[in-house]
């Protein structure tokens, strides 16, 4: 089964940094490119980030630019978000999610459950 | 930086078709995506490329893409369906690309 696990949220003070973790098993990992999304509560999705397959291209959302990294490790499967100088308005539930290399661009055809980070002081 | 509009929110009644806009400017120039997101879950992959539909996800849904306009549409609507929908799309046209979200849609099932 195609499954992505996200990890690290919890509550920090505002200016404080926190490690996200997304563990990914049933397809080849290293195969994909991956992406950040957040929602912050009561509201719409927003995407964070994105990572290719190898690392060698990476995006951020300007909201975030400066303050957050995005980084993979393909043997061990797993996809990072290091987040910086934390905001309150970073408070949200963030989600990682498989690119899914539509002809288009960008398509996320499978998410996680989601880990909450709350910034608060 | 590209911008999507989505309306608020749509009703309709089970049976009946639910029809929901994505405005973009020259959006029918672009690829568009459809998540749903029902209360507590994930969001979902239910459209990619403006019309086609992942495995698993019923016939019910469709879209389509032209102009100013993208619109997913949901036939025969139950009221499992009801839900948040959200268009996406992949904006390369800066040197900054972004992958953008409209700002939902709640679709509610009378």
């Known amino acids: 089964e195609v499954q992505l696990v996200e990890s690290g949220g919890g509550l920090v003070q505002p200016g404080g940094s926190l490690r996200l973790s997304c563990a990914a098993s049933?397809?080849?990992?290293?195969?994909?490119?991956m992406n950040w999304v957040r929602q912050a509560p009561g509201k719409g999705l927003e995407w964070v980030s994105y990572i290719s397959s190898s690392s060698s291209t990476i995006y951020y959302a300007d909201s975030v630019k400066g303050r957050f990294t995005i980084s993979r490790d393909n043997a061990k499967n797993s996809l990072y978000l290091q987040m910086n100088s934390l905001r309150a308005e970073d408070t949200a539930v963030y989600y990682c999610?498989?690119?899914?290399?539509?002809?288009?661009?960008?398509?996320?055809?499978?998410w996680g459950k989601g880990t909450t980070v709350t910034v608060s002081s | 930086s590209y911008v999507l509009t989505q309306p608020p929110s749509v009703s309709v009644a089970p049976g009946q078709t639910a029809r929901i806009t994505c405005g973009g400017n020259?959006?029918?120039?672009?690829?568009v995506h459809w998540y749903q997101q029902k209360p507590g879950q994930a969001p979902v992959l239910v459209v990619y490329?403006?019309?086609d539909r992942p495995s698993g996800i019923p016939e019910r849904f469709s879209g389509s893409n032209s102009g100013n306009t993208a619109t997913l549409t949901i036939s025969r609507v139950e009221a499992g369906d009801e839900a948040d929908y959200y268009c996406q799309v992949w904006d390369s046209s800066s040197d900054h690309p972004d992958v953008v979200f409209g700002g939902g849609t709640k679709l509610t099932v009378l």
């Open positions: 999610a498989r690119d899914g290399y539509c002809s288009g661009g960008s398509c996320l055809d499978v």
């Open positions: 490329d403006d019309s």
């Open positions: 049933g397809f080849t990992f290293s195969s994909y490119s």
């Open positions: 020259n959006i029918g120039s672009k690829s």
